[in-house]
Each structure stands twice: as C-alpha cells, then as structure tokens.
C-alpha cells in the first residue's frame, strides 16, 4: 500500500521527525531543566522575592482580610513609590558593587527645593521640576566624580553626603518648618487617580508592550543564530502579565470611598504609569543599549572591562548620576504624598528601605547581577510587610526588626548564591 505524502507530512513519526507539539513539548522541557540548573547553580534572580511576596501576601490577608480590599490595594502603590523610586537608582550604584548612603536626603534635598521654588519664588512647574532633579544630577555628579576619579570609597563619600544633605533640607527649610506644596499636578501624582477607561487603556499599553518586547527579542536573537526563548515559555509570561494586569486594573477600578456622595475614590492610582514608565525606560537602558552592556562588564570585572576599551570611571560617575537624580524624582513623590516638605524629608527609613527594597528583590551587593524590576519586587515586599504590619497593630520597632531580619535573609541568599555559582561555574 503506498502512502501519500499528506499522510506522511501529517503523521510526523513516520518519518522520524518530530511534530509540532513534540517540538514544542521537548523545548519547554529543556528550558525548564535549563532554568533549574542555574537555580541549583545559585542564579535564583527574583525568584526568592517572588514567593516571599506571594507568602506574605497570603498570611496578611489571612489574619486580616482588609490587607485584600482594593482601596489597601491601591494605598500599597502609593506607600512603596518613593522606596522603589530610589532603589531603581540604587539598582545602577549596586551593579558596580558601590553603594550610595545619600541618596534619601537627596531626595529630601530635591523635595525642599521643588517645594520652595513652588510655594516661595512662584516658579512655573516645569522650571521647578528641572531644577528639583538638576539638583539631583549636580550631586550625583559630584558624589560620582569623588568616587571614580579622585578614588575616594563610595562608603565615605556618601556617608558624608548623609550628613551634609541632611543639613542642607535643615537650612533650605528652617529648623522647625514646613512648607507646603499647594501645585494641583504635583499633588495629583500621589493623591488622584486614572478615570477607569484610561485603567483599561493602561493595561493595553502594558500587555500589548510586553507582548511586543518579547517578538521583538526572540526575532532578534535568531536573527543573530543565538537561542531564543521557546514560544510556549514566552506566551506563558505574557498570559501571566495580562492576568496579573487585568485582575489589578480591575481591583483599582472599584469604588474605595467610604461615602461616595461626597467623594467617588476609584481608578489605577496616577503614580502607577509613571513607575512603570520609569520600570520601562531603566529596563531598556540596562537590557538592551551598549551603555547597559558596559554597567554589568564594569560590575563584573572592572580592569577586563577598562582593557576592552570600557570608560570605567566615565560609567562609574554615570551611575552616580541616574542614582540621585531619581532619589530627587522619588522626592517629588514624597512631597506629592505629604502635601508638604519638612526638616525630616528623606530621614527615618528611607534609605534603609531603599537599599533593602534592591536587595531583597534580587540585586547583588557584589556588583555585576540586577534588574529594574528587583527595585519593583523588593519595594512592594517592603511595601506589604510595613502595610500589613501596621494592619496587624505592630508597633514601628517590630517593623524595623521584621524588615531588616528580611534584609540579612536576602543578602545571605545573595552571598550563598555567588560562593555556588563560583564552585559551579555558571
């Protein structure tokens, strides 16, 4: 009996190739024992902040469900903006294995600059603005330039702008004082939200985007021979970005206030498209321009990357740079959120929880391995554990405890993980 060449192209064990569901079935498997292998090789990346967060989720709503309702929902975006804010910028300083101690009185110091130019001097918004994150990118440049090229220890120098910037918030303000900040945009990043339409409009943005990017990678890669993410891995995330994109624009989108005849409370918080927009432009930055490419060589091997032609001091001050200009972007959330600017803008913890956020989500200490997204993860675990703390009626030294006992776990799992990749050679 003779076959027909449709039945032989459709039977794909006929001839000994595989099918179609097969190929699919056999690279999701390899993906996965890949994946796998360099978890055991200690490259866990997020992975630990991933089921922490999801963990203390679940025990918070569990001893209280108003840790679920939508409106502590939404106050979880507003509370960690300004945490995740300043770790994105630290994520830059970490990938060289420095540190910057300064920058949430950066943030102080750009917040009172903004709110005296406002309030004070009666500048326009956008020249009160640059002049907020100008102050930013002039100390970044100052910190940036003792450290690279005068070879000072970041340790130090920062450490000295802590105390210096510190000051400054206490002279621009006044011991004692408060300005308020009265701009109705300025405000309206912390305390308005998206119409509902414009939520859904969002989650478009973001699917469509995700979904975009990841084409756009794998076309890349195979056009360059190298090997890409199988399709079933990539469609799997970004089905779970659509979900996860939907579910909270759908959460946002409920009413939250408690008398809706005086006031109606729903829609995405405006603060959310601005921290993904900055999640979005820093993700492109270090994932996908020569200038990325150069932070993660220099944080790897710093003298390798000055003998491939690397301007290491250049990329040192650089990350400086991005690092107190969005600690002085993260101050304008502040000053948004209080309303006002006061002697302590920037002190009590926030920069303890700038740095824990970084870390805890995935960034080394040692340099050389981080994302953007770390900064987003490990600030909502900060997030969730002061918020669902504060629910429980704990008192704000458990939370210190709490948090920085998180901390100590997550750096130890950094250092376990760098002595495994070490003796594994991944």
Partial sequence: MTISPAKTASSGGSTGEPGAAERVGRDLAAHLRAYGARVRGGDMGSLPAVLGLIVLCAVFGALRPAFLTAGNFANLFTQGAVITTI???????????????SAGFVSGVAGAVLAVTLTQHGWPLTAALAAALGTGAVIGLVLGTLVARVGIPSFV??????????????????????IPVTNEAVLAIQNKNLAPALGWVLFALVAGGYAATKALTARSRRRKGLESEPFAVAAAKVAG??????????????????????????????????????????????GY??????????????????RAGIKVARI?????????????LAGVFAASRANSVDPNAGGSNTLLYAVGAAVIGGTSLFGGRGRIIDAVIGGAVVAVIDNGMGLLGYSSGVKFVVTGLVLVVAAGVDALSRRRSAATGL
Avoid: C
């Fill in 241 to 286: 970005v659509v979900v996860i994109a939907a579910s909270a624009v759908a959460v946002l989108n409920q009413e939250r206030s408690r008398n809706i005849l005086v006031v109606s409370l729903k829609g995405v918080p405006i603060v959310v498209p601005v921290l993904l927009a900055l999640l979005a432009l820093w993700t492109f930055v270090l």
């Fill in 157 to 178: 120098v920062t450490l000295g702008g802590f105390l210096a910037f510190q000051g400054v918030v206490l002279i621009i303000i006044g011991q004692g004082g408060n």
């Fill in 87 to 101: 770790a994105m910028g630290l994520v830059f300083v970490l990938l060289l294995g420095e540190i910057d101690l």
């Fill in 289 to 306: 321009t020569r200038y990325g490419l150069h932070i993660y060589a220099v944080g790897g091997n710093a003298e390798a990357a000055r």
């Fill in 316 to 328: 040192r001050t650089s990350v400086f740079v991005i690092g107190s200009t969005m600690a002085a």
